[in-house]
């Protein structure tokens, strides 16, 4: 008998499927974080004299000090704030919009438009930054013609508030029709015989799809929604890429172009490292406050 | 009697016009893109790129794009594919072995294991790659295949869906059918888990492909020689030689749309084969 149980309830079995992951995870992602954690708590001291090799020291919390009291940091993280509150609205509410019409019954051409709005998708985020930057560029420009013929001068996106827009249209660009399509993925999974009554009660297609269709497809709305906040809060290769194309974006543009530069342009390690782990745990604390909001706001009390 | 297969609807305007206006903003930089390769040396700064030239501009650039440090556009469309295969694979065969393993069993420490494994979709990239770089180089690795394929191979999105789908579709009884005939674990899980986990794992791959085939960030930072680089590190590194070469901006064009249109073509042919009700959550076992 206590063979036989413990056939059925195997406990080395599950260890051993997991292994892989595991130790991916803990030598990828665990051991990368720790060692960020100690090269945080580090500095570099060099002889008193001024010559000779300088040796690493523990400094304690020096590096957050100075982290927290950079200017730069903050300004970075003010700039990835308005970044993202372009974009991320934008992108759900239209990725939301679009699932919504190619679920209505009417609308015509719908294969059409849900393949071609999915097609940026399969595009690069470092090729959708440079298309789109090279259409901003005044010399290129598609609609700068039009302006030249109107005797108006050419206007350049990428200065002034206007960068903000600009490398926000990018990744709405490219992350509009990943969304949709998993929006109505989610609609098409929906029970379709419950729009029926609605609709003999006379309820229109735009009460359908706000009073019905949108609440039965909201956990999707949020997982989606998170994961296009969390992309959001990471953004590097977009205006990383771009700051080739222009003076606007400088090398501190957002919080990891800062500390991909403090890292390995400036050398300073150490500073960086501290850099990291403040937007990380500023992210984290963003992405997991948020999910919690959304959840009670969501479905109330029941979980 | 559902009324969507009783009588015809009757057409409507705007639905249909908001949604061909979303289209039209999702293909226009597309076909900018196509027109912008047609343009000679000379061309792209002073005439319209709305219109394609026909100037000869469009074989020159590809001829120019191929020849251009002996051939590095080839050798970088083969990393990316390198990249994108290799790294996918591993991706999904973790994430399978994961997920059955979370899904199908009960044990101590679950929760915790499963904690652990997700949490690194909260660390952002930049974070991650630079101590991944400084301590690959400890053990000798960074700048190879190896760098990127490695950090590529653990992806907490996929475990996660994996572990959804597992749960959906290989039927508990049937294991433990299997259990009291004898059989052992990793038979289970060839012979009855896999096979269930089939259209769930193809899924899995795709999405980790197309991250890998746009990923920039990881072998920007891992990778420091040209003939490592996929496509996406190699168009940066052409735009960061700045445009003394005077035609680079004509070969970065054609080069970006060589390298999307394979991928665009991929998709709308494998897009039947998507379970996107997996990552939807509205999953059906």
């Known amino acids: ?303 | 009697m559902s009324l969507d297969t009783g009588r015809p609807v009757k057409p409507a305007f705007w639905p249909t016009a908001i949604l061909l206006v979303g289209a039209a903003y999702a293909l226009f930089p597309v076909y900018w893109l196509v027109s912008a390769s047609t343009k000679g040396a000379g061309e792209l700064f002073t005439t319209s790129t709305m219109v394609p030239s026909f100037t000869g501009g469009f074989f020159q650039n590809l001829s120019d794009l191929l020849s251009f440090n002996d051939g590095a556009f080839l050798v970088w469309s083969g990393n990316s594919i390198l990249f994108s295969v290799g790294g996918s694979v591993l991706a999904t065969a973790v994430a399978a072995a994961a997920g059955y393993g979370l899904a199908k069993f009960e044990f101590r420490g679950k929760q915790v294991v499963f904690t652990f494994l997700l949490i690194g979709v909260l660390i952002p990239g930049v974070v991650l790659a630079i101590p991944q770089y400084l301590l690959l180089s400890k053990i000798g690795i960074a700048g190879t295949y190896w760098s990127v394929l490695l950090p590529f191979a653990i992806s907490p999105f996929s475990i996660y869906l994996a572990r959804i789908y597992a749960g959906a579709v290989i039927p508990t009884e049937l294991l433990e059918a299997g259990r009291i005939d004898g059989a052992n674990e990793w038979r289970l899980f060839r012979s009855i888990g896999l096979p269930a986990m089939v259209p769930g794992l193809i899924t899995i791959f795709l999405l980790q492909f197309v991250a890998i085939w746009n990923n920039f960030l990881l072998p920007y930072i891992m990778l420091s020689r040209e003939e490592t680089f996929p496509l996406t590190v190699g168009f940066y590194s052409m735009m960061n030689q700045g445009s003394d070469q005077l035609n680079v901006y004509n070969l970065v064009i054609i080069g970006c749309l060589l390298a999307i249109i394979p991928l665009i073509l991929l998709f709308l042919f494998l897009q039947r084969y998507w379970r996107l009700d997996l990552v939807s959550g509205s999953l059906k076992g």
Do not use: H
């Open chain 1, 1 to 303: 008998m206590q063979t036989s149980r413990s056939r059925l309830r195997p406990r080395v079995a599950p260890w051993l499927f997991l292994t892989p992951a595991i130790v991916l995870a803990a030598g990828l992602m665990f051991a990368p974080l720790v060692y960020t954690v100690i090269l945080s708590l580090q500095g570099r001291k060099v002889p008193a004299s001024g010559i000779g090799v300088a040796t690493e020291v523990f400094v304690g919390l020096d590096n957050y000090v100075a982290a927290l009291t950079n200017p730069a940091l903050l300004g970075s993280f003010l700039r990835m704030l308005a970044y993202a509150l372009l974009s991320v609205p934008l992108t759900m509410g239209l990725a939301l919009v679009f699932a919504l019409l190619l679920d209505n019954l009417s609308t015509r051409f719908a294969r059409f438009s849900r393949i071609s709005i999915f097609v940026p998708y399969a595009v690069p985020g470092v090729i959708a930054a440079l298309m789109w930057g090279f259409m901003y560029l005044p010399g290129v420009s598609p609609v700068g013609e039009l302006f030249t013929l109107w005797g108006w001068p050419v206007p350049d996106p990428l200065s002034g508030g206007s960068v903000f827009l600009a490398v926000a249209n990018v990744s709405i660009w490219g992350g509009i029709g990943f969304n949709m399509v998993i929006l109505y993925t989610s609609l098409r999974g929906l029970p379709q015989e419950i729009y029926d009554s609605a609709r003999l009660d006379g309820c229109s297609e735009i009460q359908l799809a706000l009073r019905i269709k949108l609440p039965l497809i909201l956990p999707g709305v949020i997982l989606t929604g998170l994961f296009t906040i969390i992309g959001a809060l990471q953004v590097f290769s977009e205006p990383n890429m771009m700051m080739t194309l222009t003076n606007s974006i400088t090398s501190d543009w957002v919080p990891m172009m800062l500390v991909y530069r403090d890292a390995f342009v400036t050398n300073d390690l150490y500073g960086a490292s501290a850099s990291a782990i403040v937007i990380t745990a500023v992210t984290m604390i963003a992405s997991l406050g948020l999910l919690r909001l959304l959840r009670n706001r969501a479905f109330g009390n029941e979980s």
